[in-house]
């Protein structure tokens, strides 16, 4: 199967979005698949830079959120690779001018188009013009255009799932599909992290790794910590990961005066995260907004426990203490610290975990995922209507929308 994935964000960004792309690609192709990404510029990638199967085109940083890009050319340019490339279906990864593009190409090359419904964007609407262009009400009407005429959505969690249904989404298929993770190689080169940070064998190690970003509330995680010194003087925090709350974050350490004890360790690469996860004693995370949790399942995989807030689908997730305990409460957050912290033998049983993690391991998520595209390729061969009909799927005044928001992203006419 030849498929196009399109997103505005991939390497060299990081992000939970670009990891599930990576990890989704690569098991495509590991069992024979054709992939071909079509994503935006990036700065730190040279315009003559030889990347595999990877489609760049002009983008700028998008107002709101500088570390996204959005694009602003190259939709004709998007069709014709397309055609040349022959593409059977196309996987939108993203709701704004890749997905669009994606969108236009599919109804060019009369191919389906199914999306990942990754960002809960109620919970984002303030990097929207600082919530005054976008209210968390305006969401679900937006989402539910944006899927118009596809031919299904993946869900990664039920939680997302219930959602899209919430915002009226009920005349395609959804299904629940995790997010998998590639499980890491043995390197003979582990890097010894402990040792590069100064810390001891026997220290107390705590783990928050993701973006800094105001809705993980990783200000919780710090004050928590600022606790559990009072039982574990030795302990240390790492920080890893970067974003707009990070002089937030620096400035309540220094307020704390916890330099000494709280690790700031910027922007983790792919290939060192399982290092930072198997130098800590417990993974923590205080963020409230998860929808898929790629971070638990990391954790998960690198043997280690992990402490968070209650959802639904860490709710699913979560069975054992092997695995990890879930929180209401500031209280109980620091406890459940605590808990691995006393209790290392919990989690000395792997037998739980590797069964789990069956579950979500990159072949099982890429089987899945292929086997709802060939769902929707039989359902889209069989209900084939004329181009008459089909102009109901992407009609001229959509047409029309697209190419002006691919000229000009900002343009109000």
């Given at each position: ?229 009072q039982s574990y003087p030795d302990?240390?925090?790492v920080i890893a990961g970067d ?171």
């Amino acid at each position: 199967m030849k498929i196009g994935i399109f997103t505005d964000t991939y390497l060299p960004q990081v992000s939970g979005v670009v990891t599930s792309i990576q990890t989704l690609k690569d098991a495509l192709e590991a069992q024979g698949h054709e992939v071909y990404i079509f994503t935006a510029t990036d700065p730190k990638i040279a315009k003559d830079a030889d990347e595999t199967h990877v489609y760049r085109f002009s983008s700028m940083p998008y107002f709101g959120y500088k570390d996204r890009r959005v694009t602003f050319r190259g939709l004709i340019q998007t069709v014709e690779i397309g055609k040349e490339l022959d593409l059977d279906i196309i996987h939108t990864q993203t709701e704004f001018s890749l997905g669009l593009m994606g969108k236009f190409v599919a109804r060019r090359l009369k191919i389906p188009v199914v999306h990942t419904y990754h960002t809960m964007y109620e919970d984002y609407t303030n990097y929207f013009a600082r919530g005054m262009l976008l209210k968390p009400s305006g969401v679900g009407p937006l989402v539910k255009a944006y899927l118009k005429g596809m031919s299904g959505v993946v869900a990664p969690s039920q939680l997302v799932r219930d959602t899209l249904i919430r915002y009226g989404v009920t005349d395609i298929p959804i299904p629940v599909i995790p997010t998998g993770v590639a499980l890491p190689d043995v390197k003979e080169d582990q890097v010894d992290l402990r040792a590069k940070y100064g810390f001891t064998p026997e220290q107390p190690v705590v783990l928050s790794l993701g973006r800094l970003a105001p809705e993980k509330n990783i200000t919780m995680t710090i004050s928590a910590f600022s606790e559990l010194l009072q039982s574990y003087p030795d302990a240390q925090l790492v920080i890893a990961g970067d974003g707009p709350a990070r002089k937030t974050l620096e400035e309540q350490v220094d307020d704390l005066d916890l330099q000494d004890h709280i690790t700031f360790a910027g922007m983790v690469g792919h290939e060192e995260v399982y290092d930072y996860y198997r130098m800590a004693n417990v993974f923590v995370s205080s963020s409230d907004s998860e929808t898929q949790g790629l971070t638990f399942i990391e954790s998960m995989a690198a043997d280690r426990p992990f402490v968070a807030i209650h959802s639904p689908y860490l709710d699913n997730l979560v069975d054992s203490p092997a695995i990890g305990t879930l929180v209401d409460d500031y209280d109980e957050f620091l406890q459940g610290i605590e808990f691995y912290l006393n209790n290392p033998q919990t989690v000395a049983d792997s037998e739980i975990r590797k069964e789990k993690m069956y579950n979500v391991d990159a072949n099982t998520f890429a089987t899945r995922v292929v086997n709802f595209y060939e769902e929707v390729l039989e359902n889209y061969r069989s209900t084939q209507t004329s181009d008459e009909d089909k102009e109901e799927y992407l009609n001229d005044e959509e047409i029309g929308y697209i190419k002006r928001i691919l000229r000009n992203p900002f343009r109000r006419n």
